[in-house]
Each structure stands twice: as structure tokens, then as C-alpha cells.
């Protein structure tokens, strides 16, 4: 199983699911390559948006940092969005943390 | 799919909302549109017959909707580099749009945050048609953008309804859609499905505006493009973008998302993809605005 993540997230050690390629079509780096550090600032050089590497949990692990990094007031605002939530108390978590991930993101751009 | 709206329910409608009918060249077109064997060339000659329309039919085909990297400059060059098919979505959009032109919005209704949702919901309906492989990711963008037009059309000839259903929805701070099926009775899915069947508009077009909240109980043909509506829907409240007239995420049955075959991450995905257009779709707000 595999994690689709955002270059800003990458660790070294962490091993590609699939090849990283450029919006040109270049592959820069292989599947099943371990990341080093070097790997890593390449591929932030190259303005590439995601990377797919391996183990699902580190998605939900990543979610969730970046959700943490939402202000208090957004964290009101999503916890009141889900007034009428009709989902499990998992399934609404993890929603949840999407909406703080991108109202955050949004709002630091705005 | 029809929805059975009760005869008590369409003749309060009638007896309250003001809906104007479509202009005759409008009118003319859409009628055109719907028979299988008409031809282009028929088509952009009686679309011709309207400057206006023909005006914003082009500045569609010109935008980052399409994305075409030259100015289009007639509706037969349209013709020649979109094809019918993909045309139509434009002409269906402008003819819409067209109603609102003249309309007064004075009791309150955040016109401008509501436009702002409804393209989120159309780049985001775009983003996952284009996921599932659709044929028709154009289309999709345009079903985003008019699912709630119902609203509109209340806020503009229903004033009656809506002066007592927008204080009422702040008084209680509940959904929009919770104010208008209490004030009214119905809500505005069902203003929409009225008014698209009467302006003649596609049946694709008529249940993704009329089922978008009750996609469980759709057993049409157009599942997944109303499913389709109901997430992008759901995912644009979910990140806040504009303000589809109250401040809550609609509720949505998981099964919607199975039927799509979404998991989390690919939900995150889509959101990416489709939040990376929302800047070069604002143009679109001018072209709404006229």
C-alpha cells in the first residue's frame, strides 16, 4: 500500500512507490528508490506536487500534522461545519481533518 | 428521473415565484439542442441572431474553462475547434445566465459567495469526472456550476419565500436548506428541478440540479454525474470555499463516496487538482456577472 504526499512531508529513508516524474515527462527518480536527503531537495527543486511512497499510514500521519497546523478559529469552524455530519465518528474525523488541512492553506494564501 | 413533486407544491410555486420564461432565441436554441438530428450550422445561425448571447457564449469559449491558448472569435470558429458537443455546455450556460442579467438582488442573499461556491463546485465536479474517466469533464464543470440555481431563482422571483427564510436561518443557525423546506416546504433543489424542466433544459442537466441532496434515492441514469455533484458539493463546503447560504456541510451517505470509488486519498487528490483551477476559473465570475 501506498501514500500519495506532498514533497514538503518526505523523510529520508522513506521508499518511492512509484517513479517521480517531472511535468515534462522526465523520471528523476526510480520506484522502489530509499530516499536520501539529496533525493529529497531535488525533488523540492523541481516543482513537483506529489510523490508517492510506500505505507498507507504515512497519508493519515501526514493529515494530520498538517491539520495541526490549523489556527484555533478555523478548529471552531470545521467542528461547527459538522453539524449535520451523517457519518461514523472515525469517518468524520478524518474528514475533518481534510477540511483543516485546506481552510488552513487557504486562508494562508488569502 | 422526475422527482413527484405534489401538485399543492407546484401551484404554491407558481403563485409565488415569478419565473420569467427564456428569451425566444434562447428558448429556440435549447429546443434545437434537444433533437438528435439537428445541425451546427443551424444552430449558430439562429444563436447569431443574438449579439448578446452570441457575446457571452464566446467569452465562455474564450476563458480557462477551455483553456484554449488562441481568441475563438465567431461561434462557427467555436464550432470547428470545440465541436457540437462540447459547445452545447457553453450555449447551456449562457442561457442560464442570461435570466439573471436583468434580476434585482436586494434582501440580503450573498449573491457573489454564492457564484464563488458554485465554481468550486464545478472545478471540483470537473476533477472528478476527469479522475473517473468520464467522457464528458466539460459537462461536469457546468453541472457544478448551476446545481444550486435554485437559490438564485428564489432570491430573484421568490422574494416572498426568501425575505422569511434567510433572517430565519441565521435566527436558528441552521442550513439554508433546513429554512426553506420549513418556510416553504420545499427547497431550492426542487425550485430548480421545476424551472430547468420548464425552460426545456437536458434531463442530465435537470437531475443533478434536482437529486444533488438526496443522491440515495436517485435510481436514474445519470448516477455519476449526481453523485459526482453531491461530493464536489460536499467537498467545497468541506474546505470553505464562497458560501452556498449557511456555514454547515451538507450531510452526504458514505455509500456516495463507495459508488465513486473514493477513498480518503484520492479525495485529497481531487481536492489538490480541483483547487489548482479555482484561480483561473474567477474569470468566470465576470463573464457571470455580464
Do not use: C
Not at chain 2, 16 to 34: D, Q, Y
Amino acid at each position: 500500500m501506498a501514500s500519495r504526499i506532498s514533497p514538503r512531508w518526505l523523510e529520508e529513508g522513506m521508499r518511492l512507490a512509484s517513479d517521480v516524474v517531472t511535468d515534462d515527462g522526465a523520471v528523476i527518480l526510480p520506484k522502489g528508490k530509499e530516499l536520501t536527503q539529496e533525493d529529497i531537495e531535488n525533488i523540492k527543486g523541481k516543482n513537483i506536487s506529489w510523490v508517492m511512497v510506500e505505507g498507507d499510514n504515512i497519508f493519515f500521519d501526514v493529515l494530520k500534522k498538517e491539520a495541526e497546523m490549523a489556527p484555533d478559529e478555523i478548529k471552531r469552524a470545521v467542528e461547527k461545519a459538522f453539524k449535520y455530519s451523517n457519518f461514523s465518528p472515525k469517518e468524520t474525523e478524518q474528514f475533518k481533518l481534510l477540511a483543516l488541512k485546506y481552510r488552513n492553506s487557504i486562508a494562508g494564501k488569502s | 428521473m422526475a422527482k413527484t413533486i405534489p401538485v399543492h407544491i407546484k401551484q404554491k410555486f407558481e403563485q409565488v415565484v415569478n419565473v420569467p420564461t427564456l428569451p425566444k432565441v434562447l428558448s429556440k436554441v435549447i429546443s434545437m439542442l434537444g433533437e438528435p438530428r439537428v445541425s451546427a450550422r443551424e444552430v449558430a445561425k439562429v444563436i447569431s441572431q443574438d449579439q448578446a448571447l452570441v457575446s457571452r457564449i464566446l467569452r465562455i469559449v474564450n476563458s480557462a474553462f477551455y483553456g484554449f491558448p488562441r481568441q475563438i472569435k465567431t461561434i462557427d470558429h467555436a464550432l470547428v475547434i470545440l465541436g457540437f458537443n462540447r459547445l452545447k455546455a457553453a450555449i447551456f450556460t449562457a442561457s442560464v445566465l442570461e435570466v439573471f442579467k436583468n434580476g434585482q438582488n436586494d434582501i440580503g442573499f450573498d449573491v457573489n459567495g454564492f457564484w464563488e461556491h458554485s465554481i468550486g463546485v464545478g472545478v471540483i465536479s470537473k476533477a472528478l469526472a476527469k479522475h473517473l474517466r468520464l467522457p464528458n469533464v466539460e459537462e461536469h464543470f457546468i453541472f457544478g456550476l448551476l446545481h444550486d440555481v435554485g437559490k438564485l431563482i428564489l432570491d430573484y422571483y421568490g422574494k416572498e419565500f426568501y425575505e422569511k427564510v434567510l433572517p430565519l436561518q441565521k435566527e436558528k443557525d441552521v442550513s439554508l436548506r433546513e429554512a426553506e423546506l420549513e418556510v416553504i416546504g420545499f427547497d431550492h433543489s426542487i425550485v430548480g428541478s421545476i424551472v430547468f424542466e420548464k425552460w426545456n433544459l437536458p434531463y442530465d442537466m435537470i437531475d443533478v440540479v434536482t437529486w444533488h441532496h438526496d443522491v440515495v434515492n436517485y435510481n436514474g441514469k445519470f448516477l455519476p454525474s449526481v453523485g459526482i455533484v453531491a461530493v464536489a458539493d460536499f467537498l467545497t463546503r468541506l474546505v470553505g470555499i464562497g458560501y452556498g447560504g449557511d456555514m454547515f456541510i451538507p450531510p452526504l451517505h458514505k455509500n456516495v463516496f463507495s459508488m465513486l470509488n473514493l477513498d480518503l486519498m484520492t479525495v485529497d487528490y481531487i481536492i489538490y487538482e480541483g483547487l489548482s483551477q479555482m484561480d483561473s476559473m474567477r474569470d468566470f465570475l465576470d463573464i457571470i456577472r455580464g
